[in-house]
């Protein structure tokens, strides 16, 4: 991947503590760590179809430069949308690229 290819200016947000509501449900409060530059892909065709044959949700492909911090419990803003991060893949095993499955909420 080149980097003239990340050019979606994204947010990542990380969960910084977590508390209950008066209805007793948990609730986790989260705050923003880093902007960044990547690639938001929506999954097409075959993508789409192993990733539900796979009881995977993921209807977007997150690419950015490698960050040690993220995790599947971080999540990513994007131009006013939430995606919620499934799953991450260190591409080639390298530390240069992290691709995320993620789910958009809505």
């Known amino acids: 991947m080149s980097i003239g290819q990340l050019r979606h200016r994204l947010t990542l947000q ?3 503590g977590s508390s209950k ?10 705050a923003d760590v ?5 690639s938001v892909e ?3 065709g075959r993508e789409l179809q192993a990733a539900v044959q796979s009881q995977s949700r993921s209807t977007h492909k997150i690419t950015i430069r490698h ?9 990513v803003l994007f131009d ?3 995606f919620e991060i499934e799953s991450l893949i260190n591409r080639e095993e390298r530390g240069r ?8 909420s809505t």
């Open 21 to 30: 509501n008066s209805y007793g449900e948990r609730v986790e409060t989260r």
């Open 67 to 75: 960050r040690e911090n993220v995790t599947p419990r971080s999540q």
């Open 42 to 44: 929506p999954l097409q």
């Open 80 to 82: 006013g949308r939430v």
């Open 14 to 16: 990380m969960i910084t």
């Open 34 to 38: 880093a902007k960044v530059w990547g």
């Open 97 to 104: 690229w992290l691709d995320m499955m993620a789910i958009e």
